[in-house]
Every structure is written in C-alpha cells, then in structure tokens.
C-alpha cells in the first residue's frame, strides 16, 4: 500500500480544512443546548480546559500520526505500528474510528437535514407571525414525519459525497476556502445584531459568569466529550487530513490556530443565540430542539427577524456540510488503500450511512420506542454515546501511540516544531492529556 501523493494547497488550505471539520453542529447547535442544559459558564469553563489540556495536544498527536503515515488511517496506523516494532493490532485503533465516524455520520447527516428544511421555511417566511404554539407543535410534527426526514438526509449526504468524490483538491480544500470565511463573517455579523437586542447583558452574564452547583462527574464527562467533539478529535478523522499536510507547516501552530478559531465559533454562537433566548424570556435548557423550536419563536418576534434566522440556519448548514467532508474522508480513504477507485468508495460510503442514517430518522416515529441498549433510542444511542465515549477513549489511544509508542525521530519530524517543542509536547500528552482523559472517562462511566 502506497503513500499517498496528495497534499493540500498550501498552509492556510489546511488551517481552513481542519476548522471546516471542528466547526459544525457541536459549536452551533450542540455546544448552546448542553451548556444551557448544563448550567452555562461553569460548562463553558471546563470545556475550554479541556480544550487546552486534551483537545490541543491529542489533536496535534492524532493529525501528526496521518503526517507521518501518509495513508488511510488503518493503513497508517498499521504501517507506522510496524515500523515502530510494535503489535500490528494498532490497526484496530483505525477501525473503530472508522466506526466512530460512521456512527456520528448517520445522525450528523439527519440533523442537518434539518437545518435545510428549516432553512427553507424560514427563507419562505413560513416563521412570521407564527406563534409559539405553532411553532413547537410545526417541529414536533415534523420530527414525526419521517420521509421529510429522510428526504433532508438523503439531500444533505448527496450534497456531502458530491464534494467528497470530487477529491481533496479540487472537493475539499475548495469548499472550505469558501465557505469557512463566508461563515465566520455571517456569525459576526448575526452577533453584532444580537447585541442590539435587550438579552443581549443576560446572555454574557449567563455565558461567562460561573456557578458550580451544577457540576457533577457526568457533567465533567459531556464537557469532556464535548471538547474532542468540537475539535473533531477522536475519531482518526483529522488523522485522514494529517495524511495531505504540506511538508514545511507547523503543527502546532496549525491546531492552536483551529482550536482558537474553534472556541470563537461557539462563543459567538452562543452569544447570538442566548441573547435572542433572553430577549424574548425562553428557557435555555430547551435540549437538542433549542435552536429549533426556540430560536423561530424568538427571531419571529423580534423585528427583521425572519432575514436573522434564515442566516442562522444557512450558517449552521454551511458549518455541518464541512464537518461531515471530514466524517465521511477517513472511510473513503480507508476502502481506497484496499483498492476501490474512488468514486465508487465514496458510493458505498454514502449507501451504508445513508440506511444507518435511517435508524435516527425513524427514532422520531415509528422506531421511538425501539430502544435496544441503555433504554435509548437509535437517535439518543448514536448521538451521545460516540461523542461522549468513542472519542475520548479513541483520542486516548491516539495519545498513547503518538507519545508512547511512535519513534521519537519520526514523530519529531511530524511534529514540525524542533526537539524542545516536540519534549513539551510529549510530556503534556504522557503525563496530563493521557491521565487525565483516563480518570475523566472512568469517573463519568461509574
Ligand atoms: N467537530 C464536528 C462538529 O463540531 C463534529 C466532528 C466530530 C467532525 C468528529 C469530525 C470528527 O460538529
């Protein structure tokens, strides 16, 4: 099995690929409703440790692992396992992030599905002048009508393979050069006017002024999750971008850049989307229908408000498109290492999340009391337990290769940050990512 040749355009090409990937539904859609259900600036606060702590250096381990492997991240895995002298069962660390990502994929791609039809409705101005009532009982039946469902799922993944197929230069890297500053200029623009409305004090104070009644080791473990998920860390999925780093680029510059950008993305998010909250008296620990159900009533009264939220949701849907490349890019480039051309991995890519995808639409209906583990549904199981568990426990063993396993030489030079960045680097992950990551996981799990 080959290196692969590709490399993206330049240094910027992958800053802007791998925040593609970090920015999506984590900071818009689940980062507002887990604070808000989890008690604001005290999440926030751990969540940004855990960036700092874990998510930066597991990331720089897990994009440096595709740097030095140049492939798949099986092969990749398995290639520098070899090399290393070490067992070839690293391999599985590959595969279960393959099964990782394709978990995620399926409810990733259902709900943003939804962002397209809630695009379209308010873009039709189907929210003006509805009430309240009107528009909570509007979600509820349309969680409830599953071929609308799967209808925006089966667009939303068309959308998605389309680029994927297209291939890293020409698909990817062109996607996210324009979307991910046409995205961040929409967010500062729906910030500055969330900031002309009255709960606009209410949302800072509740966004950055901690209480820690809440706090709890479940807590403790979302905000965990919660950090590799934003980040995209965990899954091997930036591993499969590591793969097409230029030579020359530092790493960790890269990821402090992404994280930074990352962690701005949800404060101004939240930001918009608590100040309307507030303004209009809502309760922010609406849960995963906040932004659907909350937002429409609150934008709908507040004046121009229609324009805002189709913003809104036309930028959650530009930010979910990018991340879901990057979901589905370690599976295609995994079935390519065994041969497949490329359209036709990225075919049965899209054919197996598309009918898993299917479990989550049906969760809503006719599957909802379909409930196989844990007293969950599909959707529920899909959606919590690949973010909150897969990922850390992935990224842990990421963490272990890169820092413990790896060649010092090699994973120096994929570092790209000379000997003492790369000692620092080393002994953050060995001895505060790793333990830390080990104690989180275990305490939120007893
Ligand atoms: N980071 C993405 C988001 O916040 C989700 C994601 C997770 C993408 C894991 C890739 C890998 O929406």
């Not at 099995?1 to 993206?8: A, F, G, I, K, N």
């Not at 994929?105 to 929210?127: C, D, H, K, P, R």
């Not at 060995?430 to 996981?441: E, G």
Request: hydrophobic share 60%; aromatic share 12%; proline share 4%.
């Amino acid at each position: 099995m080959s290196e692969t040749l590709e490399r993206w355009g330049s240094k910027r090409a992958f800053i802007l690929a791998v925040t593609g990937a970090a920015v999506g539904l984590g900071n818009i859609w689940r980062f507002p409703y887990v604070a808000g259900e989890n008690g604001g600036a005290a999440f926030l606060l751990i969540y940004v440790g855990f960036v700092l702590l874990l998510g930066i250096p597991v990331m720089m381990a897990e994009i440096l692992i595709g740097r030095a492997g140049r492939r798949g991240p099986i092969q990749a895995l398995g290639a520098l396992a070899m090399d290393a002298g070490a067992s070839a069962n690293w391999r599985w660390l590959g595969i279960f992030g393959a099964f990782t990502v394709f978990c995620i994929l399926s409810f990733y791609s259902v709900v943003s599905g939804w962002s397209i039809e809630f695009l379209v409705a308010s873009v039709n101005g189907q929210f003006s002048g509805a009430t309240a009532a009107e528009i909570g009982a509007g979600f509820d039946a349309f969680l409830a009508s599953p071929g609308l469902l799967i209808f925006n799922h089966s667009l939303f993944l068309f959308m998605t393979m389309t680029v994927v197929a297209a291939g890293v230069s020409k698909g990817l890297e062109r996607l996210n050069n324009l979307l991910m500053p046409l995205l961040y200029g929409l967010l500062l623009l729906l910030a500055g006017y969330a900031a002309t409305t009255d709960g606009f004090s209410t949302a800072l104070a509740w966004l950055f002024l901690p209480s820690f009644e809440a706090l709890t080791p479940t807590v403790v473990l979302h905000a965990m999750g919660h950090a590799f998920f934003t980040l995209a860390v965990g899954a091997c999925a930036l591993m499969a971008y590591g793969a097409y780093m230029p030579e020359d680029q530092s790493l960790p510059k890269a990821a402090v850049a992404v994280a930074a950008l990352d962690i701005s993305v949800a404060l101004l998010a939240g930001i918009a989307i608590f100040s309307v909250v507030f303004a209009q008296g809502m309760d922010p620990a609406e849960g995963p229908g906040l932004m659907f159900v909350t937002l429409p009533i609150a934008f709908a009264e507040l004046p121009g408000g229609v324009v805002w939220l189709s913003v809104f949701f036309l930028l959650l849907l530009l930010a979910t498109w990018t991340s879901a490349i990057n979901l589905a890019e370690p599976m295609v480039v995994t079935l390519q290492g065994l041969g497949c051309r490329r359209s036709i991995a990225t075919a049965i890519v899209a054919l197996s999340v598309w009918l898993m995808g299917l479990l989550s639409a049906f969760s809503f209906s006719t599957l909802a009391d379909f409930r196989p583990l844990f007293g969950r549904n599909v959707f529920e199981l899909v959606s919590s337990i690949p973010p909150d568990v897969f990922l850390p426990l992935g990224g842990l063993m990421i963490a272990i290769f890169a820092a413990w396993v790896m060649p010092r030489t090699t994973a120096m030079q994929a570092l790209g940050a000379g000997e003492g960045g790369y000692l620092l680097w080393r002994n953050v992950v060995r001895w505060v990512s790793i333990p830390l990551t080990f104690i989180v996981l275990l305490g939120g799990l007893l």
